[in-house]
């Protein structure tokens, strides 16, 4: 018994012992007390040291730290944040696709609607993922295993509301461009008005008979402002005389103040927004609508916009021309079917001030014609012709 004590001492103690000096390795012999160059017989003695569980060296007697685990703590810690934030986003796009579906009521099939949009893409990426994991020599983790079936089911919760989106954008713009057509035609009387379905019907009507009377207006302004003088523009018999040219200014200038008269909408929109105004829907979706209006307003009218603009410019060129000849009437004469100017009179300015009028006049019709053609494409999504919306006195000039 003392000896197996004082062995398991002498062990100990000599594990406390051992040191590497330099470049040598050195042991105790426990035999002698000496350290010993080699690790199994006493350099001194010739004990042997095989047996004697003498192998540590001599240096720090303590064993080496274990290794930091922080790194593998705070990959897990970010895993389970992507892992929840994943689901948390299918979950999320499942109630988002669920409200627009049901435009914000719920009710016992939208609470079903929203459970099949939510375990669809579920059920299609578990199956993926176990597919995926049976293929696999090594088998993926819980923690893989979980982020892979949520990021998949994110994935095609993201395709699965775009094309609802689509879809749903594109059947709308369809119904409600049916439905404006309707309004319009309700509006110009050539419908029997429907019962109003939506807070904002009864508005859209009146607006719609605005624009139609509006259009009606100018239209019969631009007409009675027009002349015979209006159809012989540019030819000799236009110069002959003051009175005539005269009267051909004078009726430039009234078509003109036509065209500023009736070139700014927006009377038209403060009408259609005290009317918004005046319904019981949230201020919310009063102003929504407004902004809707305005936009697409706004789109639509630039071909107007645009066309109003040259024109005037058109009328202003001309009346700059005939009042170019009135002021220098006694430079020229008309002979037959030409002007002919007094010897020591330029022609050029006249030529430059005609040839101008000219080009802007082409420039004015082409306008009008893609405007017309702007108009009739617009109308035909809609499902109306000009004749359901034109009345006989409403023909364009």
Known sequence: MIVVFYGLGITSWQDGLAETRGKERFVVCPACQQ????ATVCSHCGASLANSGVGSTRGDPFPTEPENRRPGVLKSFFLAIAISAAWILVFYLAYFRTVRWSHGVFNAETSGYLIGSLLTPILIAAVIVWAIDRGRKAKLSSARKNLLTAALALG???VSITGSLRESRGSEDVSLKQKMGHLMKQAAGKEAAAPDTNWY???SREFFR?????????????????GSSATKLYTPESYATRAGMEATVTQL???LDVDKKYESTEPLIQKLEARISATSASEADKEAFMNGVRNSFGKSLAPRNETMR??????QSSIDLYGYTLSHSGDYSVRGKKLVFRAGVSPDEFQGLQAKAIALRKDAVESKHKLDAARQAAMSQTGITPADIDSPTSKQK
């Open 201 to 203: 019907d009864g508005p």
């Open 35 to 38: 350290d010993s160059t080699s």
């Open 156 to 158: 095609v919760s993201l």
């Open 310 to 315: 040259i024109e005037e410019e058109w009328l």
């Open 253 to 255: 200038h009234a078509m």
């Open 210 to 226: 605005d624009i139609l009377n509006f259009n009606q207006e100018y239209t019969g302004a631009m007409q009675s402002a027009k």
